[in-house]
């Protein structure tokens, strides 16, 4: 498949584990990002990876949050010490340029639910 | 502050009504983005449509339609003839313009069609 895609893609864990969630972007696409949704709420920013830039983690909502993005490819966010409040499911997009227009493109996404 | 708003949170229509998805965003920039994504029960966000803010032009795709209008600051999308194929929740997303890459999203609609 040439989409991008996420695995585990349901993951349920005991408070206090830690997870790490997967996400292989489409070939080629240099930027990739990482949201979370929280049921009933819209996506919110987490990462942001460009090329070998450092990365943006302005939206990581605490410190048990990182995420790393080796060969800039293949992504991998790491949640420390769950907690049930981290329950949501975690999307990733790559995304490619037209021009100066940028499109995304979602994974199906990580559901994770902390017991 | 950027913000997106979706005041509707679900709608139902029975097939072939015409159905309007409302956004209303905020943003102090003069050059931005708008988007519509369709997440089917997948999961996984289909990109629909970018617009970027100097083209007011209503767009018509199929079904879909959508219309900007920087006066009231909305960008709502219309489906006409709806099909039960449509049944997902849709998301307005902004960003700004070339050289940041943060998307802000609203909360979604829910839109049931009904046979």
């Known amino acids: 498949g040439a989409g991008v895609s996420q695995s585990p893609s349901n993951k349920v864990t005991e408070k206090g584990k830690d997870v790490e969630l997967r996400c292989d972007p489409i070939s080629g696409h240099t930027a990739l990002y990482w949201y979370r949704q929280s049921l009933g709420q819209g996506l919110e920013f987490l990462i942001y990876f460009q090329g070998n830039s450092a990365p943006d983690k302005s939206g990581l909502p605490s410190d048990r949050f990182s995420a790393e993005r080796t060969g800039g490819s293949v992504s991998t966010l790491t949640i420390q010490r769950t907690q049930q409040e981290d329950s949501a499911v975690y999307l990733c997009?790559?995304?490619?340029?037209?021009?100066?227009?940028?499109?995304?493109?979602f994974g199906p996404g990580t559901r994770l639910l902390v017991l | 502050a950027q913000k997106v708003t979706q005041a509707q949170t679900e709608i139902s229509v029975v097939e072939k009504e015409d159905v309007t998805l409302d956004c209303v965003y905020e943003t102090r920039d003069t050059t931005y983005y708008l988007f519509w994504y369709k997440q089917p029960p997948s999961g996984e966000l289909v990109f629909l449509i970018r617009?970027?803010?100097?083209?007011?032009q209503n767009e018509i795709s199929g079904r879909y339609s959508w219309n900007f209008q920087k006066s009231t600051s909305s960008f709502n999308f219309t489906i006409t003839a709806s099909q039960v194929v449509d049944s997902a929740v849709y998301f307005c997303?902004?960003?700004?313009?070339?050289?940041?890459?943060?998307?802000?999203f609203g909360t979604g609609t829910r839109l049931k069609v009904l046979a």
């Open positions: 997009a790559s995304t490619t340029w037209a021009g100066s227009q940028e499109t995304q493109y």
């Open positions: 997303a902004l960003s700004e313009a070339i050289g940041t890459y943060k998307y802000i």
């Open positions: 617009r970027n803010s100097f083209d007011e």
